[in-house]
């Protein structure tokens, strides 16, 4: 019992230091590629070194068709923290954040043509649901369409929610290879799939290394990465899934909260409503995906 208490103590950790991603990632004065790319090779790096100092080694077993979905997999994962990082340019984090957590809702939508599980009534009424609420957090239902460059942000986060949707599916069809050896593949393939984009599309001087951007992208790269998947799969081996589930929305509430109180960025009765149908939306479906809500079709 105690390890489990300590388990959920370390998983609760994991999950609110990753809703405030976006805070410092807004001060990083680096190309969105740069970051993602950094953030993979940094976390993968911080991971082999934990794994040395305990004596250990992250060993991949996987076959060479197991290993090509574990680097497209990590190719995808690069891309979607590039659009959510984009994101967090052009909107809110609170904005980003909530729609960027539409990804589940994709999931859904997709899951009779990938994962051949047939949509309940209760799966599309939460679809339903969550499109309402990310109508409301765009600000489109109160303001009509929102400024250009807010809009950029919200599809960003939408584009984000897409690949992210993508990395869960694949995540599906990859079996007995444990958590730290899919972890340590994905990271890498996240930073090498990011050098091609940033060479062709970013422009970047060695000032954009230094001060404040600098020790922001270490923190995103080994805290935010890094420490949070060591926390995050130590704890997962000793909670159930549903709890798991649950407290992964702890991420977006944190988000939320960071951008209110610390970015002091607007947040008004729309995004509220907005904020309650996505995430009331996601966690019904979590439920009845999980056997809570017996209803039959």
Known sequence: MEKNNQARINFIIAIALSGTIGVFVRGIALPSGIIAMARGFLGVAFLLAFTCLRGQRIHIGASGKKLAILFISGAVLGINWMFLFEAYR???VATATLCYYLAPVIVILTSPLFLKERLTPVKIVCVVIAFIGMIFVSGVAGNGLPQLSEMKGVLYALAAAVFYAALMIL??????????ERTAVQLFAAGVVMIPYSLLTA??????????SLILLLIVGIVHTGVIYL???????????????MLGYIDPIVAVLCSVLILREGFSLNSLIGTILILGAAIVSEMSQSGHLRKRC
């Open 203 to 212: 422009s970047v001087t060695p000032a954009g290394f230094q001060g404040q």
């Open 171 to 180: 995540n599906k069809r990859i079996h007995e290879v444990s958590s730290y």
């Open 90 to 92: 052009y909107t809110t």
């Open 231 to 245: 926390l995050y799969f130590g704890a997962m081996d000793h909670l159930s899934g549903q709890t798991v589930s």
